[in-house]
Protein backbone atom coordinates (compact mmCIF):
# COMPACT_ATOMS: atom_id res chain seq x y z
CA UNK A 1 0.00 0.00 0.00
CA UNK A 2 1.64 3.44 -0.81
CA UNK A 3 1.23 6.28 1.03
CA UNK A 4 0.39 9.54 -0.44
CA UNK A 5 2.09 13.12 -0.33
CA UNK A 6 3.28 15.33 2.79
CA UNK A 7 0.30 17.46 2.73
CA UNK A 8 -2.06 15.05 4.08
CA UNK A 9 0.16 13.27 6.21
CA UNK A 10 0.38 16.67 8.53
CA UNK A 11 -3.36 16.89 8.73
CA UNK A 12 -2.77 13.59 10.79
CA UNK A 13 0.55 14.15 12.83
CA UNK A 14 3.34 16.83 12.03
CA UNK A 15 6.75 15.74 10.45
CA UNK A 16 9.67 15.94 12.92
CA UNK A 17 10.95 19.52 12.17
CA UNK A 18 7.12 20.66 12.36
CA UNK A 19 7.02 18.88 15.59
CA UNK A 20 10.23 20.42 17.02
CA UNK A 21 9.81 24.21 15.98
CA UNK A 22 5.89 24.10 17.38
CA UNK A 23 7.78 22.64 20.71
CA UNK A 24 10.29 24.97 20.86
CA UNK A 25 7.97 27.76 20.32
CA UNK A 26 5.49 26.60 23.11
CA UNK A 27 8.71 26.92 25.50
CA UNK A 28 9.88 30.31 24.72
CA UNK A 29 13.23 28.85 23.83
CA UNK A 30 16.17 29.95 21.61
CA UNK A 31 18.09 27.49 19.93
CA UNK A 32 20.96 27.95 22.33
CA UNK A 33 18.58 27.21 25.62
CA UNK A 34 17.09 24.33 23.67
CA UNK A 35 20.69 22.83 22.92
CA UNK A 36 22.27 23.67 26.53
CA UNK A 37 18.67 21.89 28.01
CA UNK A 38 19.43 18.67 25.60
CA UNK A 39 23.08 18.78 27.13
CA UNK A 40 24.84 19.58 24.67
CA UNK A 41 28.49 20.96 26.04
CA UNK A 42 29.38 22.29 22.46
CA UNK A 43 26.21 24.40 21.82
CA UNK A 44 27.20 25.24 18.38
CA UNK A 45 27.04 21.73 17.64
CA UNK A 46 23.61 20.87 19.23
CA UNK A 47 22.32 24.27 17.94
CA UNK A 48 23.18 23.08 13.91
CA UNK A 49 21.71 19.63 14.79
CA UNK A 50 18.47 21.06 16.21
CA UNK A 51 18.54 23.61 12.82
CA UNK A 52 18.93 20.81 10.77
CA UNK A 53 15.73 18.24 12.16
CA UNK A 54 13.40 22.34 12.45
CA UNK A 55 13.91 23.02 8.75
CA UNK A 56 13.86 19.58 7.69
CA UNK A 57 17.16 19.12 6.22
CA UNK A 58 18.08 15.94 8.02
CA UNK A 59 16.00 13.38 6.17
CA UNK A 60 16.09 10.55 9.31
CA UNK A 61 18.27 12.29 12.30
CA UNK A 62 20.20 10.07 14.67
CA UNK A 63 17.52 8.81 17.23
CA UNK A 64 19.78 9.95 19.93
CA UNK A 65 19.57 13.51 19.09
CA UNK A 66 16.08 13.47 18.56
CA UNK A 67 15.61 11.85 22.36
CA UNK A 68 17.95 15.04 23.48
CA UNK A 69 15.99 17.23 22.23
CA UNK A 70 12.12 15.64 22.67
CA UNK A 71 13.56 15.51 26.12
CA UNK A 72 14.55 19.04 26.67
CA UNK A 73 11.27 20.46 25.44
CA UNK A 74 9.17 17.69 26.80
CA UNK A 75 8.10 15.93 23.94
CA UNK A 76 6.21 12.25 24.04
CA UNK A 77 7.80 9.72 22.82
CA UNK A 78 4.61 8.53 20.58
CA UNK A 79 4.78 12.17 19.08
CA UNK A 80 7.91 11.40 17.74
CA UNK A 81 7.34 8.15 16.36
CA UNK A 82 4.39 9.21 14.61
CA UNK A 83 6.53 12.56 13.25
CA UNK A 84 8.64 9.80 11.97
CA UNK A 85 6.18 7.75 10.13
CA UNK A 86 5.08 10.78 8.67
CA UNK A 87 8.80 11.43 7.27
CA UNK A 88 8.90 7.60 5.83
CA UNK A 89 5.74 8.30 4.59
CA UNK A 90 7.42 11.54 2.56
CA UNK A 91 9.93 9.16 1.38
CA UNK A 92 8.56 6.56 0.62
CA UNK A 93 6.35 8.47 -2.10
CA UNK A 94 6.15 6.28 -5.28
CA UNK A 95 8.96 7.77 -7.39
CA UNK A 96 9.55 6.11 -12.01
CA UNK A 97 10.55 2.60 -11.33
CA UNK A 98 14.66 2.66 -11.34
CA UNK A 99 16.06 -0.97 -12.90
CA UNK A 100 19.42 -1.37 -11.46
CA UNK A 101 21.66 -4.70 -12.04
CA UNK A 102 24.94 -5.96 -9.68
CA UNK A 103 27.22 -6.70 -12.78
CA UNK A 104 29.62 -7.67 -10.36
CA UNK A 105 30.31 -7.37 -6.05
CA UNK A 106 29.69 -3.69 -5.47
CA UNK A 107 29.38 -2.75 -9.26
CA UNK A 108 25.90 -1.99 -9.63
CA UNK A 109 24.48 0.56 -12.76
CA UNK A 110 21.57 1.40 -14.25
CA UNK A 111 19.72 -0.92 -16.94
CA UNK A 112 19.09 1.42 -19.97
CA UNK A 113 15.19 1.61 -20.78
CA UNK A 114 13.53 2.92 -23.76
CA UNK A 115 11.19 5.00 -21.54
CA UNK A 116 9.50 5.31 -18.88
CA UNK A 117 7.90 2.15 -16.91
CA UNK A 118 5.05 1.54 -14.87
CA UNK A 119 5.92 -0.38 -11.49
CA UNK A 120 4.17 -3.46 -13.26
CA UNK A 121 6.44 -3.36 -16.61
CA UNK A 122 9.23 -2.12 -14.81
CA UNK A 123 8.93 -5.58 -12.17
CA UNK A 124 8.23 -7.24 -15.44
CA UNK A 125 11.46 -6.59 -17.47
CA UNK A 126 13.98 -6.36 -14.17
CA UNK A 127 12.22 -10.29 -13.52
CA UNK A 128 13.14 -11.17 -17.56
CA UNK A 129 16.78 -9.18 -17.62
CA UNK A 130 17.48 -11.14 -14.15
CA UNK A 131 17.09 -14.77 -15.19
CA UNK A 132 18.12 -14.65 -18.93
CA UNK A 133 21.23 -13.04 -17.20
CA UNK A 134 21.87 -14.67 -14.41
CA UNK A 135 22.27 -11.53 -11.84
CA UNK A 136 20.70 -9.83 -9.30
CA UNK A 137 18.71 -6.60 -10.51
CA UNK A 138 17.11 -3.92 -7.78
CA UNK A 139 13.67 -2.10 -8.61
CA UNK A 140 13.35 0.98 -7.02
CA UNK A 141 10.55 2.27 -6.53
CA UNK A 142 10.47 5.13 -4.13
CA UNK A 143 13.16 6.70 -1.74
CA UNK A 144 13.00 3.98 0.18
CA UNK A 145 11.30 0.99 -1.12
CA UNK A 146 13.12 -1.98 -2.96
CA UNK A 147 12.11 -4.46 -5.02
CA UNK A 148 15.10 -7.68 -5.16
CA UNK A 149 14.84 -10.50 -7.70
CA UNK A 150 17.62 -12.82 -7.31
CA UNK A 151 18.46 -14.70 -10.50
CA UNK A 152 15.80 -17.04 -10.16
CA UNK A 153 12.95 -14.33 -10.57
CA UNK A 154 12.05 -14.70 -6.86
CA UNK A 155 10.90 -11.32 -5.90
CA UNK A 156 11.35 -9.59 -2.09
CA UNK A 157 10.19 -6.12 -1.49
CA UNK A 158 11.70 -4.34 1.11
CA UNK A 159 11.30 -0.89 3.16
CA UNK A 160 14.63 0.71 4.21
CA UNK A 161 13.93 2.63 7.50
CA UNK A 162 16.99 4.26 9.09
CA UNK A 163 15.88 3.94 12.50
CA UNK A 164 17.34 0.86 14.45
CA UNK A 165 14.36 1.30 17.07
CA UNK A 166 11.79 1.01 14.09
CA UNK A 167 13.35 -2.02 12.90
CA UNK A 168 11.37 -1.64 9.75
CA UNK A 169 7.83 -2.59 11.44
CA UNK A 170 5.55 -0.10 10.83
CA UNK A 171 1.94 0.01 11.20
CA UNK A 172 1.22 2.53 8.79
CA UNK A 173 3.81 1.06 6.39
CA UNK A 174 4.11 -2.55 5.14
CA UNK A 175 6.59 -4.10 4.11
CA UNK A 176 5.60 -7.70 2.12
CA UNK A 177 7.19 -9.99 -0.12
CA UNK A 178 6.17 -8.83 -3.79
CA UNK A 179 4.20 -11.96 -5.95
Known sequence: MWLFGRKKQTEDAPTLAELFREARARHGMSRKECAHAAGYQNVTKGCRRLCEIERGEADFPDERVLARFATALDIDDEEVRRAQRVEIARHDAPTDPEILVQWAPKIVAPLECSSKL?????????????????????????????????????????????????????PDVPVRAVA
Open 118 to 170: SRRKALKVASNFARKNHKDVVVCLSELRRVYIDPNGARTETLEVPWSSLEGEL
